[in-house]
């Protein structure tokens, strides 16, 4: 199987007009979506325990639900799109994430919220490689695609940025079903304006549909990423190691099954492209890095400094607008400057970023914070924008919805090593360090030393001169994790540094791919 990527000569022909600028603005709605959505039920979990009062297995699995669905299937659903047709998955998607996040706004119990939430990551996992994989197809002129990735790269970012706000301003006026209820707003226009401006594109020589493939995808992402999570939640103990072993067992003869086939779901001869899988690398990285830093900041403003949640999310948002604009202004700084030589520069200052945090030892104000998270948000930013683009412009446009999900699982594989590898960091060494004192029932001593939330939930109950104790022994320690798991994330943003100034070192500026 050949690894060449065959260079075409390109021509303002394959430039688009106004309409392509248009599908673009259109694809970014399920974009937006699915990135708010990510952060803006964090803030609707005091009220959701409140009213249908879930257990505490119950609420995890409520939040772990979504994105294990999503990441089992992203891959899968990539090759559906290539097959059917990636407009149609679109709007298959789109239609089932509208219906169903209705149904969730108006759950009467825990267990219908936590099955809606299981059918919106089904859903969810059709949006995502469909939208990238068709910017694709529309963009064909390589720096009107460069823009294009950057835009959608964008799209998470201000997600993330509104997520928060969203969330907060909805939850001061109306229930906690509200933050399902956006998701309509959102895919409507998608909804009615697609058929009209987005073309439809697919894979012309699909093959024949490999259904042991899509088994082997499954029992791949589901055990890995549960097992994960078990690990994060509960310790290593012998389901979590049973569950990744599981993973990699099926990894493994996905892989071999993929160079047996006569059509793959996934052309495995793209690993063997540096400039693909460096970048992928380079992008699964980051985004353990960022949402990792996310996991704590957000505790360490709203716990520690004793934060707002809507004044946290006001305090990074200058952090996610630098990401979105870092992420447009590379554009044409990569069109003349090679990406190993730029993916490294803007890593550097998520580096300092990561770093700045680290040598405070977690002991750091909102404006430090704010300023580090403007740093990390700068680099990453701008590194996805070029990283992104790459993974489209070696993979052929036949193969654009299969490849796309790899990034896309990348991504979500990312936010799932991110909260689970420095949230444990963070909690094993919140655990080792904080003092509890005598006199508390098991339960508050048991809720106090598992997590700062816990402490200062538990401190409320006390005396003040005892709850004050406890709370001052929380943070310190919850900080001394911070600096811990940030030395991790300066070390995870240098890993993908070198990984892109070894990998993209043979693209040069300009470069032409398969179109």
């Known amino acids: 199987m050949s690894t060449t990527v065959p260079a075409v000569t390109e021509s303002t022909d394959a430039r688009v007009g106004i309409r392509g600028w248009v599908a673009l603005a259109v694809l970014m709605l399920p974009v937006l979506l699915v990135s708010v959505d990510n952060t803006v039920l964090n803030f609707a979990l005091p009220a959701v325990s409140e009213d249908l009062t879930p257990t505490g297995a119950q609420l995890l699995w409520m939040i772990d639900i979504y994105p294990l669905v999503l990441a089992g299937l992203l891959v899968s659903m990539g090759s559906l799109g290539d097959r059917i047709g990636r407009r149609k998955l679109l709007l298959i998607g789109s239609a089932g994430f509208g219906v169903v996040s209705v149904v969730a706004a ?115 992402m589901f055990p890995l990423v549960y097992g994960i999570k078990h690990a994060a939640t509960e310790g290593i103990d012998v389901l979590s190691i049973l569950c990744i072993l599981i993973a990699v067992a099926s990894g493994v003869a996905f892989v071999r099954r993929q160079f047996r086939v006569e059509t793959p779901m996934i052309d495995m001869a793209l690993f063997r492209i540096p400039q693909f899988s460096g970048a992928i690398v380079v992008n699964l990285f980051s985004v353990i890095a960022l949402v990792g830093g996310l996991f704590f900041v957000t505790q360490h403003l709203q716990l520690v400094l004793a934060l707002s949640p809507l004044t946290a999310g006001f305090t990074l948002l200058p952090g996610l607008v630098t990401m979105i604009v870092a992420g447009l202004v590379v554009v044409p700084i990569a069109a003349r400057v090679r990406p190993s030589i730029v993916v490294p520069v803007a890593l550097l200052f998520s580096a ?68 689970a590898i420095l949230g444990t960091i963070l909690t094993a060494s919140y655990r080792n360090a904080v003092a509890v004192p005598d006199g508390l029932t098991a339960e508050q001593s048991h809720a106090a030393s598992e997590t700062l939330g816990g402490a200062v939930s538990v401190a409320g109950q006390l005396p003040a001169s005892a709850g004050d104790t406890l709370l001052e022994s929380a943070r310190v320690a919850f900080d001394s994790g911070v600096g811990l798991a940030a030395w991790v994330g300066f070390g995870l943003i240098v890993a993908a540094g070198i990984v892109a100034l070894v990998s993209l070192r043979h693209v040069p500026e300009g470069v032409k791919t398969a179109q």
């Open 352 to 419: 300092g970023g990561y770093g700045a945090i680290a040598l405070t030892g977690g002991d750091v104000s909102a404006f430090g914070i704010g300023a580090c998270f403007v740093a990390l948000g700068l680099g990453i930013g701008a590194a996805e924008t070029v990283s992104n683009e790459l993974v489209l412009a070696h993979a052929p446009a036949a193969k654009a919805g299969a490849a796309s999900a790899v990034s896309e699982t990348a991504y979500e594989l990312g936010a799932v090593l991110g909260t």
């Open 106 to 220: 108006f759950a009467s119990s825990i267990e219908l919220l936590i099955t809606a939430r299981a059918i919106l990551g089904f859903f969810g996992a059709m949006l995502m490689p469909s939208t990238l994989s068709l910017l694709r197809n529309i963009f064909q002129d390589r720096n009107q695609r460069r823009l294009a990735v950057a835009v959608w790269a964008s799209g998470f970012a201000a997600g993330s940025a509104l997520g928060p706000i969203i969330g907060g301003v909805l939850l001061e006026h109306l229930w906690w079903g509200s933050v399902f209820l956006i998701a309509v707003p959102f895919l409507a226009p998608l909804l009615i304006l697609s058929p009209f401006l987005v073309p439809e594109s697919r894979d012309p020589h699909p093959g024949r549909l490999d259904v042991v493939s899509i088994g082997l995808s499954l029992v791949t």
